[in-house]
T-cell receptor, first 113, second 110 residues
Framework: SAVISQKPSRDICQRGTSLTIQCQVD?????MFWYRQQPGQSLTLIAT?????????ESGFVIDKFPISRPNLTFSTLTVSNMSPEDSSIYLC??????????FGPGTRLTVT | GQQLNQSPQSMFIQEGEDVSMNCTSS?????WLWYKQDPGEGPVLLIA?????ELTSNGRLTAQFGITRKDSFLNISASIPSDVGIYFC??????????FGAGTTVTVRA
């Protein structure tokens, strides 16, 4: 299994600003992902973080709004840019091997005012 | 991603009761995973299933990968108060991305 940590655990941000969320895995993993979860809802995949190359975004999510970095096999960042209240959500990082288990971090609770 | 139908949406269970929840898909999946999410936490992996017909247990939890590869169920035996939470099924078709069900919210009556 993999243990995943995220920073910050929560934040309150002003409209128009940007927040970068960090995700650290305790072991090398093939795949890393970023999800968004609205309160009381299921998980929606934002993008797959690819090591050393541009992330692969899902429909409805774009790089200008959610730039992602993955410099190595244990670390990734997600930036929520030019935030609006609609970006208030829980952002979750996950990691694992492509065909097997996938583990999640504790999430970052973002409130945009 | 693929649409997963998870049911029931919520359940109230009596302590000591056995309960069951399930997920169905219109597509064939190669992997089924079951997660539990407590308030303020990320989802925690409970059970992973890789083969059609596979039946796997983790303590009081038992999950099965349906033989049609389009469904899975999770059983909780002898419910206890700490079973409260939201349970999500997740499936992987033929690529690396997971699709999630809408979740089953479990509340235990003491």
């Amino acid at each position: 299994s993999a243990v995943i940590s995220q920073k910050p655990s929560r934040d309150i941000c002003q409209r128009g600003t940007s927040l970068t969320i960090q995700c650290q895995v305790d072991s090398q993993v093939t795949m890393m992902f970023w999800y968004r979860q609205q309160p009381g809802q299921s998980l929606t995949l934002i993008a797959t973080a690819n090591q050393g190359s541009e992330a692969t975004y899902e429909s409805g999510f774009v790089i200008d709004k959610f730039p992602i970095s993955r410099p190595n096999l244990t670390f990734s960042t997600l930036t929520v840019s030019n935030m609006s209240p609609e970006d208030s959500s829980i952002y979750l990082c996950s990691g694992g091997d492509s065909s097997y288990e996938q583990y999640f971090g504790p999430g970052t609770r973002l409130t945009v005012t | 991603g693929q649409q997963l139908n998870q049911s029931p949406q919520s359940m109230f269970i009596q302590e000591g009761e056995d309960v069951s929840m399930n997920c169905t898909s219109s597509s064939i999946f190669n992997t089924w995973l079951w997660y539990k999410q407590d308030p303020g936490e990320g989802p925690v992996l409970l059970i992973a299933l890789y083969k059609a017909g596979e039946l796997t247990s983790n303590g009081r939890l038992t999950a099965q990968f349906g033989i049609t590869r389009k469904d899975s169920f999770l059983n909780i035996s002898a419910s206890i108060p700490s079973d409260v939470g939201i349970y999500f099924c997740a499936g992987r078709p033929n690529d690396y991305k997971l699709s999630f069900g809408a979740g089953t919210t479990v509340t235990v009556r003491a």
